[in-house]
């Protein structure tokens, strides 16, 4: 079993940053790529950013220039660095692993339960 617990949402004002955090844990063999999904009131789920296990990165254009994603694979933890957030990056965020576990050596994606990000003054 695998589980993905995302952390550091909250109330930000406009201009703000807040620094997202996703540890995967379970019987992992191997992460290959992680990324981070939001959905706000009313929307669909969409894709923000993405990081593979060689550290390749890339971002929503919605995003671009504003948020990091990084990865810990010591920790297998991917971050958000989320800057200059705006009221409409306020959205209920995702974490997303594609991942193998030791007992199914093939890709399979992970989603953690989610964290509240909301921007407003």
């Known amino acids: 079993q695998v589980q993905l617990v995302e952390s550091g949402g909250g109330l930000v004002q406009p201009g703000g940053s807040l620094r997202l955090s996703c540890a995967a844990s379970?019987?992992?063999?191997?992460?290959?790529?992680m990324g981070w999904y939001r959905q706000a009131p009313g929307s669909q789920r969409e894709w923000v950013a993405a990081?593979?296990?060689?550290?390749?990165?890339n971002y929503a254009d919605s995003v671009k220039g504003r948020f990091t994603i990084s990865r810990d694979n010591a920790k297998n933890t991917v971050y958000l660095q989320m800057n200059s957030l705006k009221p409409e990056d306020t959205a209920v965020y995702y974490c997303?692993?594609?991942?193998?576990?030791?007992?199914?050596?093939?890709?399979?994606?992970?989603w953690g339960k989610g964290t509240l990000v909301t921007v407003s003054s």
């Open positions: 997303n692993a594609n991942l193998q576990t030791t007992g199914w050596l093939h890709g399979m994606d992970y």
């Open positions: 990081i593979t296990s060689g550290g390749s990165t």
């Open positions: 379970g019987s992992i063999f191997s992460i290959n790529a």
